[in-house]
């Protein structure tokens, strides 16, 4: 088998490579990308103390829109995102934006206190506090000795 040399320098073939990408990137652009399914809100969940918090971005959505439920060992966060207010003489170059109903749920870690659960709104994030249920809390056990 014979080797095939190049004389083309790293750098041209890194710039054909780029010229590549941006071609792909033209391609795909105009493709409906609102089709992919991302979870929303996204969300950072920590277990802090005897509890778990989690964040929920929501920038833009009014808090009075947002239903939060806990059933069970699962977290639901749903609500609604209205669309902006376009002028009645002007059409989209580009809409990115969600905007309509969402509906997120998550598994919880442990059981937790539903009637103790709160949220509190602040700069488009929702942070919600749920207390680990007493009876699921970890208990130290004495052993006894004979």
Do not use: C
Request: glycine residues 8%.
């Amino acid at each position: 088998m014979e080797m095939i040399y190049s004389n083309k320098g790293a750098w041209t073939m890194m710039d054909d490579l780029m010229n590549m990408q941006g071609e792909f990137n033209r391609y795909f652009d105009g493709i409906n990308r609102h089709r992919v399914t991302v979870a929303y809100p996204p969300v950072n969940a920590w277990i802090s103390g005897d509890g778990l918090v989690v964040d929920a971005e929501l920038p833009g959505v009014d808090p009075k829109n947002v239903e939060i439920s806990v059933q069970g060992n699962e977290l639901t966060v749903s609500g609604s995102r209205a669309a902006g207010e376009l002028p009645k003489d002007a059409t989209y170059e580009r809409r990115e934006r969600k905007f309509g109903g969402f509906r997120r749920t998550m598994e919880l870690p442990f059981k937790v206190e539903a009637d103790k659960v709160s949220a509190a709104y602040k700069n488009g994030v929702l942070r919600i506090t749920l207390p680990r249920a007493e009876s699921d809390k970890p208990r130290k056990v004495k052993i006894e000795t004979a």
